[in-house]
C-alpha cells in the first residue's frame, strides 16, 4: 500500500503540483520547520509548534494549525518568517493574500513580502473576534509586478507590546481576485492540499460537485446550494490521487488533490 501511494505522489509531481508554493495549511508534520520566529525574548523553538484546529467549524475545517506564543517580553514586531515556498511573484491576477487567524487578543496582525526585486510591502489589519477563526486578506498590489521569496507574518503587532498571546495562524493563499468572471478563470481553489480527513474548496456560486480517482470512478457526489465556499469530508475516502469536478452556472470546472 505504501509503495502504491508512494507512485501516486510521483505522479502528482508529475502533474505539476508544487509542494513549495503556496497555499499553506500547516497539515503536514514538518510544515512548521518552514518557518523561523523572530523578536520573541530569545526564539525559543517551545514557543512556536503545529497543534490541532481547537475549533474545527465554522470557517476553518483544518486539522490542525500554526501555534506562535508571544511573550510579555516580546518586541511588538514579534513574528515569524519563511523563504520555502519559491518566488512569490505579485500580478493583476495574484495581489490578494489571505491568512487565517484565531487569536486571544484584539491586535494588528501583518504580512510583508521583502528580499526580492521590488519595495518591501507590508500591511497591518487587525482581528475584530478573539477566541475564534478569523479570515484577514491583504492587498499586496503595491507589489505588483514584483516577485519576492520571503513571506513574513506579525500575529500580533501592537504599537506598544502590554502583554503576551497566543496566536493560531492557518491557510495563508493567494485570494480570488474581486470579479466573479476573475474568480472563474482563476480556477477551483482548494486547500489544504494535501488534505487529511477535511477540505474547503472555493469557487463562485457551486451547485455540486463530483469526485472521482484514479480510474475515473465516482466516489463521492455532492449538491450545493450556489455556494461559493464548503468544505468536504474526506474520512471515507482512501488515501491517494482524486479528481474534483464542480457544476457551476451550467459549466464544470475540474481540479485534483490527495487524499493523506
Known amino acids: 500500500m505504501k509503495t502504491a501511494f508512494t507512485l501516486l505522489l510521483l505522479a502528482v509531481f508529475a502533474l505539476g503540483v508544487n509542494a513549495q508554493t503556496l497555499p499553506e495549511g500547516f497539515e503536514t508534520p514538518d510544515s512548521d520547520t518552514a518557518w523561523h520566529q523572530f ?27 500554526l501555534q506562535l506564543n508571544v511573550l510579555e ?34 491586535s494588528n496582525c501583518g504580512m510583508k513580502l521583502e528580499a526580492g526585486d521590488g519595495p518591501n510591502t507590508e500591511l497591518k489589519i487587525p482581528n475584530t473576534v478573539v477566541d475564534e477563526w478569523e479570515l484577514l486578506t491583504f492587498d499586496m498590489s503595491a507589489a505588483m509586478g514584483y516577485t519576492y521569496p520571503r513571506l513574513v507574518i506579525f500575529p500580533d503587532f501592537p504599537d506598544t507590546r502590554e502583554t503576551g498571546s497566543t496566536c493560531l495562524i492557518d491557510n495563508i493563499h493567494f485570494a480570488f481576485p474581486v470579479s466573479v468572471e476573475d474568480q472563474r478563470l482563476a ?29 475515473g470512478q465516482t466516489v463521492k457526489s455532492l449538491t450545493f446550494q450556489q455556494s461559493s465556499l464548503e468544505h468536504i469530508d474526506l474520512a471515507d475516502l482512501e488515501p491517494g490521487l482524486y479528481f474534483i469536478t464542480v457544476k457551476s452556472a451550467g ?3 475540474s481540479s485534483k488533490f490527495i487524499r493523506e
Open 187 to 215: 480556477g477551483i481553489r482548494i486547500y489544504p492540499n494535501p488534505a487529511a480527513e477535511r477540505m474547503t474548496i472555493r469557487y463562485p456560486d457551486m451547485e455540486g460537485a463530483l469526485i472521482s480517482n484514479v480510474l
Open 251 to 253: 459549466e464544470t470546472v
Open 39 to 65: 523578536a520573541n525574548s530569545g526564539d525559543d523553538p517551545e514557543n512556536m509548534f503545529l497543534v490541532e484546529n481547537p475549533v474545527i467549524d465554522g470557517i476553518n475545517p483544518s486539522e490542525t494549525c
Open 73 to 106: 517580553t516580546a518586541d511588538p514586531w514579534v513574528g515569524a518568517w519563511a523563504e520555502a515556498y519559491g518566488e512569490i511573484s505579485i500580478s493583476a491576477d495574484r495581489y490578494m493574500l489571505e491568512m487565517m487567524v484565531l487569536k486571544d487578543v484584539i
